[in-house]
């Protein structure tokens, strides 16, 4: 699994606490900060593959990661 994206992400000096918010309030703290990150996509695609429920991901949070994942699904079945 190549990660060397990761050390050019927007967060790679935040803590990473910041990414794993326990209220709404921080998951869009964490979404600002991926706004204008520019490996948004590869981080996206890793959670998305690797199946990652928890934190902020390519500026997504875990209910929308949970609907594009459904939404692949339903794809790749034809709907
Ligand atoms: S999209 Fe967000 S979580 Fe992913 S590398 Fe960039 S800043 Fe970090």
């Known amino acids: 699994m190549e990660t ?3 050390t050019k992400g927007n967060c790679r000096n935040k803590a ?3 990414f794993f918010p326990s209220d709404g309030l921080g998951v869009e ?3 600002k900060i991926c706004e204008t990150c520019k490996v948004k996509n590869l981080c996206l695609s890793h959670a998305i ?3 990652i ?3 902020v991901w390519g500026g997504t949070s875990e209910r929308q ?3 594009l994942r459904k ?3 339903l794809i790749a079945v034809g709907f």
Do not use: F, I
Request: proline letters at 5%; a positive charge.
């Open 4 to 6: 060397k994206w990761m």
């Open 16 to 18: 990473p606490e910041v």
């Open 29 to 31: 703290v964490a979404k």
């Open 49 to 51: 593959e690797n199946r």
């Open 53 to 55: 429920d928890h934190g």
């Open 65 to 67: 990661r949970r609907r």
């Open 71 to 73: 939404e692949q699904q």
